[in-house]
């Protein structure tokens, strides 16, 4: 026990603040995913999450917090997405690669202005990859309220945004208006990112929100039941990466592995694990696999 | 030695901005934005870990190339495609931080493999895009009929004898090689962004294929060209107008589009 | 011509096809001349594209054999069920009754006066010329349909197959198109195969039915396949056909027994 948990994990401040944070991150991205990833939405997640890199890289030079940088930078990207219309999957692919390009150049010209400001070396990898453990308390009002308000709306919002997800003609007939239940879904997945680019980066924070949603698709087929399950492997994952994190830093005597490759990690391997274990046990009771 | 410099950057751009404009053609009509956007990153653990163990850069850009273009391919295409995309997307990335924290210039070298230095290749760089930059675009040249083939319809494809998944395996392959070519140059974010801009206006200008996939290139280079220049005028980075020149290009055909949907 | 016996382009005997131990096809069995037109037809899922993609060599065959005239595979020509289209996509008609030429050739295509009276003639073939130039994607549905017949054409082949050509169009457009494929069949003396759902527009121009249900099929000429007594017995139970304002109703009350009066019109 005491090889797993190395000695003053709980107890240290700034690990408080990155489970508390990481926590938080981790529930709200996982629930968002889900029905971002039953529109086939996973792309544009992406796309919102490494635009958000700009946006982080902005935050010191106009002297906003982190997250409100990361959101509005992927605010503005989700916009235009949704304003330019497309008529197909490819169009939309297309549109937002063009996006996703635009806001990256942006998001090299803020990093390479921020290097020049005095005090900021390592802001680059910190916008890009997080440090989580780097977070005080000060960081933990912001994250609580947007984690609270995106929670609120998602819940609120639940069932006609997994409905419009699902089949949005059927959505329409039963009376959701598609573009408030878009609006909303957009808002809740950029408090996802910005959440989640404070815990892994920009641009990793996808990880949060497409690997447990995922998993959790592929293991359950019922939305309700997704949701949890996705909350529970997101949790797990990111507690979990941090936990390695930690304790890599005793294992590799002071030279630790970076915490959101742990997470990332942790993630990935939950879900490759789970799902493959699935299929094999599927395959093993002879029934058919599913494609 | 500023001259040498600008003239290596000048050169290397040019050749990455030719191979972008030949493969980007096909990432547009064929809609593998996404799987464009995910292959360069293997590039970046890549030549990350090539750095940090001292191993041969082309041969393991290739290996990881090579790689995710399997992966990705052997999914099939829509929605377990992107999800698949995306988680490997992250692993890759999450590999490359892994490596670079354990190298010096940490910063440095994540700003340079993920956005690139246009201005800052050196020669040595510079054989590693020609060599790869035009061996990748010479084979999509040479394949460039069986591609538009299966482009248009995979059962056609079929048909005529041409298997579509190898097809698209060896033009992911194809994509991957380009990147990892222009990994140094525009960075693994960037090389995307340089090949779906010019080839979604280009579409748009000419209704052969042939003379379209001409017009990707030569948009593709007036994009580099400027956006070298506009660099170095303004001492901001490359990237930037790369960018910003990707979704001008990409908005231009459509504003017309628009004007005359407004006209009618 | 009748005493100089050529083998036909196309024969079939007793195929037999099953898909992951379920039966499709079973002892399916008929011939194709050149110059025939000769429909394929049977309700969704009853096996059409499944025997189409068997005659292209796509689906392994359980039992049974494929002879084609000229002795090897090679010589047909294919349109696939619906191939979209974006209207983005920058390829002219002309480009792709170009690639059912030269597809699957490595290298970029050069100019050829060769190369280009080939898909002239075939463009010709199907009366496209008046559009060959613009986008595919622009075209309307039976423009898109005689270009990609075109394509199917180019390399002069033996045998033609068609999946659903007509599906997805309007009933005159469907018509127009049907003619088309008779004219090509006779002028070029090429064995015309295509699949339907439906029989009534592929009444005036065919020369031969397949009619496929049950994993079996009846081939023969329309008057003497698709009457109430081969059709009953194809479907092993009773089957009516009708005859209302000259098109063909094919009607089964499927628990005739048991009192309904349920019908359901087959295809």
């Known amino acids: 026990m005491s090889f797993l948990i190395q000695s003053g994990f709980l107890q240290s401040g700034p690990v408080q603040h990155a489970l508390i944070v990481g926590g938080i991150a981790a529930v709200v991205a996982a629930v968002v995913g889900v029905p971002t990833l039953i529109r086939g939405q996973a792309f544009a997640s992406d796309a919102l999450a490494h635009v958000s890199t700009a946006g982080g890289a902005l935050a010191p030079l106009i002297g906003v917090n982190a997250l409100t940088g990361f959101v509005l930078m992927a605010l503005a990207a989700g916009g235009m997405l949704e304003a330019v219309p497309v008529r197909d999957r490819a169009e939309r692919d297309l549109l937002t690669g063009i996006v996703l390009g635009a806001g990256l150049g942006l998001a090299a010209l803020f990093l390479s202005l921020g290097v020049t400001l005095p005090g900021a070396s390592g802001a680059t990898v910190g916008v890009l990859f997080g440090s989580v453990f780097l977070l005080g308390a000060d960081d933990l009002v912001p994250a609580l309220t947007a984690g609270g308000l995106a929670l609120v709306l998602l819940m609120a919002f639940l069932r006609p945004i997994l409905l419009a997800a699902l089949d949005p003609d059927l959505a329409r007939v039963s009376g959701v208006r598609l573009r408030l239940t878009g609006a909303v879904h957009l808002a809740c997945l950029t408090l996802a990112v910005g959440l989640a680019a404070m815990t892994v980066g920009a641009i990793l924070s996808t990880a949060l929100i497409v690997t447990p949603a995922a998993t959790a698709i592929a293991l359950t087929a019922r939305p309700g039941q997704s949701l949890l399950v996705a909350a529970g492997l997101g949790l797990a994952g990111t507690w979990g990466g941090l936990l390695i994190a930690y304790d890599s830093y005793v294992w590799t005597n002071g030279h630790a592995w970076p915490a959101s490759f742990c997470i990332v990690t942790a993630l990935c391997v939950l879900h490759f694990g789970l799902t493959g274990g699935l299929s094999l046990l599927r395959h093993l009771r002879g029934g058919k696999v599913r494609r | 030695m500023i001259a040498g410099i600008f003239t290596s950057s000048w050169i290397a751009g040019s050749i990455v901005a030719a191979m972008a404009g030949v493969v980007g053609f096909f990432v547009v009509l064929r809609g593998a934005s996404f799987a464009a956007h995910a292959l360069p990153l293997c590039a970046f653990p890549a030549l990350a870990a090539a750095h940090l163990f001292g191993l041969d850069p082309l041969g393991t850009a290739l290996a990881f190339a090579l790689a995710g273009a399997a992966t990705i391919s052997a999914i099939g295409q829509g929605t377990r495609r992107d999800i698949a995309s995306a988680i ?177 | 011509m009748r005493d100089l016996p050529e083998a036909p382009p196309l024969a079939v005997e007793d195929l037999t096809i099953s898909h992951r131990g379920r039966p499709i096809l079973d002892g399916v069995s008929f011939a194709l001349n050149r110059g025939e037109l000769c429909g394929l037809i049977g309700a969704n899922g009853s096996g059409k594209t499944t025997l189409l993609r068997a005659i292209l060599g796509l689906a392994r065959p359980d039992g049974g054999q494929i002879r084609f005239g000229g002795g090897r595979r090679g010589r047909i020509g294919y349109l696939p069920q619906k191939v979209h289209v974006d209207a983005y996509m920058p390829l002219r008609a002309r480009d792709v009754v170009a690639l059912g030429l030269d597809g699957h050739r490595i290298g970029l295509p050069l100019p050829s006066a060769q190369r280009q009276a080939r898909v002239a003639a075939a463009l010709d073939a199907v009366s496209a010329e008046g559009f060959a130039d613009q986008r595919v994607g622009t075209l309307s549905g039976g423009q898109q349909q005689r270009v990609f017949i075109a394509h199917a054409l180019v390399r002069a082949p033996d045998v033609l197959l068609l999946d659903e050509p007509l599906a997805s169009l309007d009933p005159s457009i469907a018509a127009e198109i049907a003619a088309l494929l008779r004219r090509i069949s006779q002028q070029m003396g090429i064995a015309v195969l295509l699949s339907a759902h439906e029989v009534n527009t592929l009444v005036p121009v065919m020369d031969k039915v397949i009619y496929l249900a049950n994993r079996h099929a009846v081939a023969g000429p329309v008057a003497e396949v698709i009457r109430s007594d081969v059709l009953s017995r194809l479907y092993g139970h009773h089957i009516d056909v009708l005859n209302v304002h000259g098109r063909i109703l094919v009607v089964t009350a499927p628990d005739a027994g048991a009192g309904t009066a349920h019908v359901t019109l087959l295809p």
Do not use: K, N
């Not at chain 2, 210039?105 to 690139?116: D, H, I, M, W």
């Not at chain 2, 675009?137 to 579509?164: D, K, N, Q, Y």
């Open chain 2, 88 to 264: 490997w997307l992250v692993l890759m990335l999450a590999l490359g931080e892994l490596f670079l924290s354990r190298m010096h210039s940490y910063a440095r070298a994540v700003y340079g493999l993920l956005f690139g230095q246009l201005l800052g290749v050196t020669p040595a760089d510079l054989h590693l895009i020609a060599g790869v930059g035009i061996l990748a675009a010479l084979l999509i040249l040479l394949t460039f009929r069986p591609l538009l083939l299966s482009t248009l319809a995979p059962e056609l494809a079929v048909a005529a004898g041409v298997p579509p998944r190898l097809v698209e395996f060896l033009f992911l392959a194809l994509l991957a090689l380009a990147s990892s070519a222009a990994l140094p140059a525009v960075g693994a974010l960037l090389c995307f962004s340089l090949m779906v801009g010019p080839a979604s206006a280009a579409r748009h200008l000419f209704d052969r294929p042939t003379a379209a996939l001409a017009a990707s290139v030569a948009l593709s280079l007036l994009t580099v060209w400027g956006a070298l220049l506009l660099s170095s005028a303004t001492g901001w980075p490359a990237s930037l107008f790369v960018g910003a020149g990707g979704l001008a290009l990409y908005l231009a055909p459509r504003a017309r589009s628009f004007r005359s949907l407004v006209r009618a």
